[in-house]
């Protein structure tokens, strides 16, 4: 039974008393991860777990998400826990410090099930790039699982935690939402602090959120946005009251009739202008694991060296003005027009993902695989919150401004109760 | 371990038929006043041609 409530459900018997954190905690972490959805199950969570129900018991009051299990993925650091980004660099790295969710969700009395697993350093769409081994989707075993939070997805999906973190660089979060059929969020850029996620393209990643419902998403939502002194591009996004949303969409499903349909100019370029930035970022960013910071050689997987190549091609002093000073002025130029785009619209529609899709273990060329992010990777170059939806063969994501993520929140919700 | 970028750089070629009008500022992330200063300062430091602009205010 405990398997099949949602995060809220969970949260109101726990309030009454009728289930016990414990029994909770120990229902999801005895579970057989058959899907290769963690990397480390964090038995020490249970610590956590009986302190909240010693509390409740005592007549304290206790947060609202108070013995909630939660699955974090495993770039996010934890204290005391592995933190590999699912490489072998990083193999044998025990962080000295909580990421500031950890933080927020220790706060909240939620329990860690776990570091889930993912593409090496969220460099991937399938999940295949895991150093250590494949995840696989709960919903369809011969498909991908989706990347690169592939162990998140696969950990709400296949009930292995009734809700999980992830990080969405490009749709690292919606895309396995949606080929895992449950709900990924990314929040604006900024509403989420990124202090302690382990770094792949500072400009565009995002701790996200997955989860079986819009309503349980917004919970953590909650618990863990706002402003934060050790992440300075934090922000802390605002209520607005929606009562009669204008819609429009980019590319028609059945799912968007009532909606105007509108262009964007700039649709054919949005892949080329990520993977320029995002490389470059990356090739920055990795290079702290020079074998003498983290104590280990470096040893990342081909698809982390081809990025750090085409990083360092991009941003090498022949290439930098025509590969990554014009994907920046470029990236200027869509901003400008999702905001033109938003002075008339207050959420925006297109599907998750192409009619493409991976099966597992299929062999393709890289350039196959970056474009299951033809959609996706919009809300990260323009800042925007954006919410995909498991409605569909394609899945439906909508977009609203930067900041407006609790009306987006509100609406999704709307949108997955009574239909578009 | 040899790595061929020749498909990925195939990929983001594309970029350059995009007709980009002259001006246009690099892009950067939310800043406040403080971080925009910043911003600017790195700009002046690598590159004086850069011109910064403010896209998502706070």
Known sequence: MIGKLSVTELSILLKKRELSAVDVFKYYINKEDKYGAYLFKNTEGLKVAEDVDKRRVQGEKLPVLAGIPIAVKDNICTKDMPTTCASKTLEEFIPMYNATVVDRLNAHNMPILGKTNMDEFAMGSTGENSAFFKTINPISPELSPGGSSSGSAAAVSGRLAPIALGSDTGGSVRMPAQMCKICGFKPSYGAISRFGLIAFASSLDQIGILSQNVSDCKLIFDALRGRDSYDMTSIDVFDKKNLNPKTAYFIKNESCLKADEINLSMLQYLLPIYYIISSAEAASNLSRYDGVRYGKDSEFGVEVMRRIELGNFVLSSENVGEYYNRACRARALLCKEMDKLFESYDFIFMPTMTDKVQKLNEKCVPSDIYSLDAYTVLANLAYLPAISLPIGENGVTIMARHGEDTALLKFAEEVLANGI | ?58
Not at chain 2, 3 to 19: A, R, T
């Open chain 2, 1 to 58: 371990m040899n790595i061929d970028i020749s498909d990925m750089l195939l990929f983001v070629n594309k970029l350059s038929e995009l007709d980009l009008p002259e001006n246009t500022p690099v892009c950067c992330s939310q800043f406040t006043e403080l971080q925009e200063d910043v911003v600017i300062h790195f700009g002046k430091v690598f590159d004086s041609d850069v011109k910064v602009e403010k896209v998502r205010g706070v």
